[in-house]
């Protein structure tokens, strides 16, 4: 009854035998599908290391099939479904589709992780029961699971070998340029640079920082709305290969906001000449680091970026405190 009154979750010390071994089946046979949809998820931009989840699922299964061959030879036919959510203080899983668009890296790492866990688990479970066969069962499961690491090496190198490994990271990486850094530094550069002359515009010819602001914000955020939906509209990503529309719309948007945001924030300091040299320090940071993300990854020359950004955003700075003086 007091296991009703925490969250319906029973504690794991006070699980039965056969409730152990159920529950040691039920997560066997989600982690076989995780890795299946790990699989899945990598068979078109990686398919070598595909194949290494489709292994580890296999794996998985025979320790499943193991463990029922166990119940079935101790307590009959009927498994009782419990299942780790049941259990209080037990670990999770997160579901597949927040881990579908996930990088390799961070997939592997996953992977790790559930070798670990599954590892703690054995260990525990294997001092809770009493009959022989299955204390060494759990027993050499839990070796299994630690020795997962070394098994996903071999895998590895079966079917990720380091050329194709270092392969698919460059594949991963273009994605993530073509679907988040690409329209998002465009959004970054629109949004810095084209809110530029309207805010210090206003600035200089108002002096009201309230109001120069305000100028600022309905920019940056219409100017983010306008980029954004042009983006996602643009290319549908199909045939360019660029990814989903609305990741990208998404990353064009938000940059674009922010670009324009981080100078026209400064302007909710009162004293107007505070808030304009505060203004100005956020511009000259943010035009570097657009020639820094740009050097980085797009690979343009540091110095013709710095050219085209810093100088280019210079002149507009100056077009609009020239403009507002006038």
């Not at 688990?121 to 809770?128: H, L, N, P, S």
């Amino acid at each position: 009854m007091l296991d009703l009154f925490r969250g319906g979750r029973r504690a794991f010390e006070s699980l039965s035998e056969p409730e152990i071994l159920a529950l040691a089946i039920s997560s066997e046979e989600e982690d076989a599908r995780i890795y299946q949809s790990y699989a899945a998820s990598l068979s078109d931009r990686a398919p070598d290391s595909a194949k290494v989840f489709r292994d580890m699922a296999e794996v998985e299964q025979a320790h499943r099939n193991m463990l029922i061959s166990q119940f079935r030879q101790r307590f009959g036919e009927d498994i009782p479904l419990i299942r780790r959510e049941h259990v209080r203080g037990f670990y999770q899983r997160r579901p597949d589709w927040l881990m579908s668009n996930l990088s390799l890296e961070t997939i592997r790492a996953q992977a790790e992780l559930m070798e670990a866990q599954a590892f703690r688990f054995y260990t525990e479970a294997g001092k809770r029961v009493t009959d022989a066969g299955t204390r060494q069962l759990l027993g050499d499961l839990a070796l299994a699971e630690q020795g997962h690491g070394e098994i996903a090496h071999r895998l590895g190198e079966k079917h990720a070998p380091d050329e194709v490994r270092e392969e698919e990271d460059q594949t991963e990486r273009r994605q993530f340029i073509l679907t988040y850094v690409q329209p998002g530094l465009a959004g970054l550069m629109d949004g810095s640079v084209s809110t530029l002359a309207p805010i210090f515009a206003a600035a200089f010819a108002t002096q009201d920082t309230w109001q120069t602001f305000l100028i600022g914000l309905s920019a940056s955020v219409g100017a983010g709305i306008s980029m954004g939906f042009t983006e996602a509209a643009h290319d549908d990503g199909k045939l360019s290969g660029r990814g989903s529309p609305l990741k990208r719309g998404l990353a064009s948007g938000i940059m674009t906001a922010l670009g324009g945001l981080g100078h026209a924030l400064p302007y909710l300091i009162p004293h107007f000449w505070t808030a304009t040299i505060v203004a100005a320090i956020v511009v000259f940071f943010e035009l570097w680091a657009i020639a820094f993300i740009q050097n980085k990854y797009m690979e343009t020359p540091f110095l013709r970026a710095v050219f085209q950004v810093v100088f280019g955003g210079s002149l507009v700075l100056a077009a609009g405190i020239l403009i507002g003086n006038g």
